[in-house]
């Protein structure tokens, strides 16, 4: 039973335009979620996170939008670019021990 | 600052056998996880240490067990190899407390 969703294994998106990202998750004792990126061959890169007491975050082209009663949280990037083109974790954690990642969106940014 | 070092990067082993992984964390970082990589699974928790204790542990069976050193450098061991424990082992690295973890680039392990 996963507790961290990601149902989108993919998603294609033209450069310049928005990407959105979802993240579903079920244990409602999670208070810390963060997004990685990975690239072939690297290990997983810190991208952005967000705490339970906050509904957003943002950060350059990098926006997490968390709504704690629809357990959804997402990641927009605007405006996408090629090397943006990577898999994206959605983890969550509570008290920031134990996170749990979810299976990944490959996203592919379209020149 | 050095990042977090996984040795080897790649492993062939032959069921049965066992293989032991070795991840250096960030200088400072206290917490380091260990992670199972696999097509459509995500990254799977295995377990953390901190400061040499098991803080955390996931749903893996007794075959796979770690450690970690007084340095804070951790060792995780699969014992009697399966052809499904093919995967990509990550090591992250973190100070302990709430706050993004830094992976290293994993070590691909085939169980042939």
């Known amino acids: 039973d996963q507790q961290v969703k990601q149902n989108s294994p993919s998603l294609s998106v033209q450069e310049g335009r928005i990407s959105i990202l979802n993240c579903d998750y079920t244990n409602s004792m999670f208070d810390y979620f963060l997004w990685y990126k990975k690239y072939p061959a690297e290990g997983p890169t810190f991208l952005i996170s967000i705490s339970s007491i906050k509904d957003k975050n943002e950060d350059g082209r990098f926006t997490v939008f968390l709504n704690k009663s629809a357990k959804h949280l997402s990641l927009h990037i605007v405006p996408s670019q090629p090397g943006d083109s990577a898999v994206y974790f959605c983890a969550a954690s509570s008290y920031g021990q134990n996170f749990v990642f979810g299976p990944g969106t490959r996203l592919s940014v379209l020149p | 600052k050095a990042g977090v070092t996984q040795t080897p990067r790649y492993l062939i082993k032959t069921r049965g056998q066992q293989v032991t992984l070795s991840c250096s964390p960030i200088s400072g970082h206290r917490s380091v996880s260990w992670y199972q990589q696999t097509p459509g699974q995500g990254l799977q928790f295995l377990f953390e240490y901190f400061s040499e204790t098991q803080r955390n542990k996931g749903n893996f069976p007794g075959r796979f067990s770690g450690r970690q050193f007084s340095n804070s450098r951790s060792e995780m061991n699969v014992s009697t190899l399966e052809l499904g424990d093919s995967a990509l082992y990550l090591c992250?690295?973190?100070?302990?407390?709430?706050?993004?973890?830094?992976f290293g680039q994993g070590t691909r392990l085939t169980v042939v």
């Open positions: 992250a690295s973190s100070l302990g407390s709430a706050g993004e973890a830094f």
